[in-house]
């Protein structure tokens, strides 16, 4: 792999996405633009490297950026986070929220879309508790491609006995030859948008609860800090931010503090709502 083409691929990957590789992935970047510079017609990975460098339509840069996020993802993911959702986060939102009955989530670097369908179903669960009550859950990623997967909501049977109770599978989804569907009613609870976390989401409005979940851990430091200084302005100063296992704001940013009690989960501090102003 040329030298100046790979450290040129580097910068360009941070610049666009936030993705922070090293050089000792070239393995990993060759492995997965191989299949870009056959759809490009081009020879291989270090073409598509070269024409990155040089004059590169959207269309390669759109396809180059897919390929280089991960994707991996399930349903109901780590379980704990979704259980204290339910049980904590949830029950203090209904009372904050009597008037309008309305909550809105947004499942930032949402992936395939198991993330926002789990709490679209965990919510349904709840049944006469939440009668009236809208709950509306905005799904972003940065993959053009991941997001289509998302809106189908079409799942293989690997990926459906990944963290789906049985009783959910049967319940939500239909079976279609090899493919499991979601069914409507909970399909079109969720929507979803392409979004780069390096922008500003205000145009997504305002969310009581944010899932930022496996995201961070491919950004350096100040990116981080940058994408939870964001995050908070478009959260009340009683929201709740849910960040992934290995994730923390503690040493990266101070607008947001450990809610207590509740391990991954963050509430925005007073710093945050000042500088938000
Ligand atoms: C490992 S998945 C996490 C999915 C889900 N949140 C979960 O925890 O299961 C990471 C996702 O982040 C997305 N991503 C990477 N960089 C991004 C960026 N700059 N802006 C938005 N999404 C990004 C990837 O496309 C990928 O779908």
């Known amino acids: 792999m040329n030298k100046a083409d790979f450290e040129h691929f580097i910068g360009f990957l941070k610049t666009k996405a936030g993705i922070v590789i090293t050089t000792e992935k070239a393995y990993l970047v060759e492995n997965r633009l191989a299949p870009i510079a056959r759809k490009h017609g081009m020879a291989d990975a270090n073409e598509v490297l070269t024409k990155i460098r040089q004059m590169p339509s959207a269309a390669l840069v759109s396809d180059v950026l897919d390929a280089m996020t991960t994707n991996e993802t399930l349903f109901f993911r780590d379980q704990r986070p979704f259980d204290q959702f339910r049980d904590n986060v949830l029950p203090a939102l209904m009372e904050r929220n009597a008037a ?4 809105r989530i947004w499942c ?22 939440v009668a009236g009550w809208r709950l509306e859950i905005v799904g972003t ?19 459906v006995q990944r963290g789906l109770p049985i009783t959910m599978l049967v319940k939500y989804f239909e079976q279609k030859g090899e493919a499991w569907h979601l069914k409507a009613d909970i399909k079109n609870k969720v929507s979803f948008r392409e979004f780069n976390l390096l922008e500003n989401p205000r145009a997504l409005g305002q969310f009581d609860v944010v899932f930022c979940r496996n995201v961070l851990i491919y950004f350096d430091h100040p990116t981080k800090a940058e994408i939870l200084a964001r995050i908070a302005g478009v959260m009340p100063a ?40």
């Open 238 to 277: 009683d929201g709740h931010l849910f960040l992934g296992g290995a994730e923390t704001v503690l040493g990266v940013s101070d607008k947001f503090a450990a809610a207590p009690g509740l391990r991954g989960i963050y509430v925005p501090t007073a710093k945050a709502a000042a500088r938000a102003a």
């Open 108 to 129: 930032a670097a949402c992936s395939s879309g198991q993330e926002p369908y789990s709490l679209a179903m965990m919510f349904n669960e709840l049944g006469p508790k």
């Open 141 to 159: 990623d940065i993959s053009k491609t991941i997001l289509e997967r998302a809106r189908k909501a079409e799942y293989s049977q690997f990926e």
């Open 100 to 103: 309008s009955k309305r909550i």
